[in-house]
């Protein structure tokens, strides 16, 4: 099967072609990470906020048994 990504390469036309295309994929592919990587930090800072991350206060009331003294 050929490969449609891609005109087939004439002897005079290859290096302006792949120099006029090659430069142009590299951004968008940085754009996109750096939006992925954006939309993963909203995501954990807006979970964040919406759980507070607080809970009340317990007491911690626990009976300890002292050796010796509590004779």
């Keep these: 099967m050929a490969n449609l990504s891609r005109p087939p390469l004439s002897s005079s036309a290859a290096p302006r072609q792949i120099l006029a295309r090659e430069p142009a994929l590299r951004p968008l592919v940085r754009v996109r990470r750096a939006a992925i990587v954006l939309a993963v930090i909203a995501a954990l800072l807006g979970l ?24």
Aim: glycine share 12%.
């Design 48 to 71: 964040a906020w919406i759980d507070g991350g607080e809970e009340p206060l317990h007491p911690i009331a626990e009976p300890v048994e002292l050796p010796g003294a509590s004779r």
